[in-house]
């Protein structure tokens, strides 16, 4: 039950901190960039902010990007974070499939629990894999683009794909580490007999 338990609460982890990843690589707002100090660009209206696909203006009643298009002049870091990003949205998809399919839940025929198991553990896999694809993306960009300006903050896509990555870590370990073994995976189910004396009476083919 314990296990059981574990596993859903690393499942609810992993997805939230997937959906995160998700919105962290569409959206631009990962830093947010200033000439002189935040506060001096917040009274001149001359924030900026940077991110994967655009450069964006934002001042008073307008908000305006332009995209980064043109791959041959763009910083190294900006490709190399692009396609950890891509990479972590799409490794969520079989991961995220395969964890629902092993949900206490879910019944596939008379699967024996050691084949759930093996999805189980894969899945989690997946998920760590997702969340370092994202934790590297996360951690090199601001690094990076500090060295192109000097002053800066931190935007809500950035802190997004943190707790994002941050969630899939914990999920996915506690999913890889925590969920059981082989033989006992997916079967300390409870099965009540039919045509008992006694509408309490249970019966578990592991105990």
Known sequence: MVATCLHLAGFVC?????IGVIVATSTNDWVVTCGYTITTCRKMDELGSKGLWAD????????????????IILPGYVQACRALMIAASVLGLPAIFLLITVLPCIRMGHEPGAAKYRRSQLGGILIILLAMCGVVATIWFPVCAHRET?????????????IGSALCLFGGCVIVCCSGDAQ?????????ASGSSSPTHAKSAHV
């Open 184 to 192: 006992t995976f997916g079967e300390n189910r409870f099965y009540y």
């Open 56 to 71: 964006c203006v934002m001042a008073t009643g307008l908000y305006h990007c332009k995209p980064l298009v043109d791959i």
């Open 150 to 162: 000097t002053i800066m903050s931190f935007g809500y896509s950035l802190y997004t794909g943190w």
């Open 14 to 18: 992993s997805f939230i901190g997937w």
